[in-house]
């Protein structure tokens, strides 16, 4: 995952953080979004090495393939950080670019 700072409503060229996933989940069964079946998958941060400011809005990104598929979808879901495993509610929401 990268997070840029914002610019005008655009987000910087340069990512001012960075991180790997500590793990990635596949989620059991499948998910339908406008139509289409998905399959779904977590990308878990437990702990990144940084601090982001309050007030400020900042853009996330991470990649996604779609297995070389012309139908490939790929969703932005977030929700509050929770290494334990507790369940949280979950927003989902289509990429920007």
Request: charged share 15%; net charge positive.
């Amino acid at each position: 995952m990268e997070i840029y700072s914002n610019a005008c409503n655009k987000p910087e060229l340069t990512p001012i953080f960075t991180a790997q996933a500590t793990r990635v989940d596949s989620l059991p069964g499948t998910l339908v979004y406008n139509g289409q079946t998905l399959r779904a998958y977590k990308l878990v941060f437990c702990d990144p090495p940084w601090t982001l400011s309050g007030g400020q809005t900042y853009w996330l990104s991470t990649g996604a393939t779609s297995g070389g598929s012309l139908s490939g979808v790929s969703l932005f879901a977030c929700n509050a950080p929770d290494c334990t495993g507790r369940r949280c509610d979950t927003r989902l929401n289509p990429g920007s670019s």
